[in-house]
């Protein structure tokens, strides 16, 4: 397959290239690949798109809330005892709650009135400088190496 710039068709044209002695098939191929290169339109300059929806979304019918049957005495009976109940359930929760309360508020007096008694007869532990006293001439050193940091 030779290119050469075609002469005899347009003279002010040397940007075309003519596959001259190639055969078709080769040719073929060489216009397959250039119009590969081409680079494709804007899609802005398109009328249809894959990219963009055509169509605007189908509306959906509104769903129609039915309201709900009128309940007979035998449930609003049977749903009131059962909130009575449950408040029954939760009042004798509340004074359990309570007792054990009043319980440990007891336990907790009668364990501070134990300790103020035994306060008295507790043994005194003598107060100990837990750091040693070091001699005079060491402490004396020792202050002089502080002041010096300074």
């Known amino acids: 397959m030779s290119a050469t710039p075609e002469h005899n068709h347009d003279p002010s044209n040397k940007a075309l290239t003519v596959f001259s002695g190639s055969s078709p098939e080769d040719v073929s191929h060489a216009r397959r690949l250039w119009s590969s290169l081409c680079m494709p339109s804007p899609l802005e300059s398109r009328l249809v798109s894959a990219d963009i929806p055509q169509r605007l979304p189908v509306s959906r019918p509104e769903r129609i809330i039915q309201p709900e049957p009128p309940r007979t005495d035998v449930h609003n009976l049977f749903a009131a005892q059962q909130r009575q109940e449950e408040r029954q359930k939760y009042m ?47 402490l004396s050193v020792e202050e002089e190496m502080v002041r010096q940091l300074d």
């Open 92 to 138: 004798g929760m509340a004074a359990q709650r309570k007792e054990t309360l009043a319980l440990l508020r007891r336990q907790r007096e009668q364990r501070i009135q134990k300790e103020l008694l035994s306060a008295a007869f507790k043994p005194k532990a003598p107060k100990e400088n837990k750091i040693p006293k070091k001699k005079s001439s060491e």
